[in-house]
């Protein structure tokens, strides 16, 4: 079993940065990738961010952005390995969302909610 906690959620200014973080506890060598998902108002939680936490060193197809993210965000590990952020840069209205951090155990597709096997409890993230 593997528990993962958000911090960092806030509310901010248009154009302002914003740091998710999502430590992770319990059995965490089971897990292959870690996600960031989203859900705005009236929306489906859609997948933001993602990188593979497994053994070895990042890779250049070890991080996955959605469009609408890219150039924006920026997922990263700790040293520590127990901890992923997600860097939000140039925040806009629309980036409203909860956003909720996510752990697999074998994701063959990073932005597929179904490959994920635990998940937080959600940060809020407003911007206006």
Known sequence: HVQLVESGG??????????LSCTASG?????????????????EREAVAAIYTGSGAPTASSSWYADSVKGRFIISQDNA????SLQMNSLRPEDTAMYYCAAGEWVAA???ESEY???GQGT???VS
């Open 10 to 19: 806030g509310s901010v200014q248009t154009g302002g940065s914003l740091r």
């Open 81 to 84: 390995k127990s901890t992923v």
């Open 117 to 119: 096997n635990y998940w």
């Open 124 to 126: 809020q993230v407003t």
């Open 27 to 43: 059995d965490t060598g089971v897990t292959d990738a870690t996600g960031w998902f989203r859900q705005r108002p009236g929306k």
């Open 110 to 112: 990073p932005d597929r």
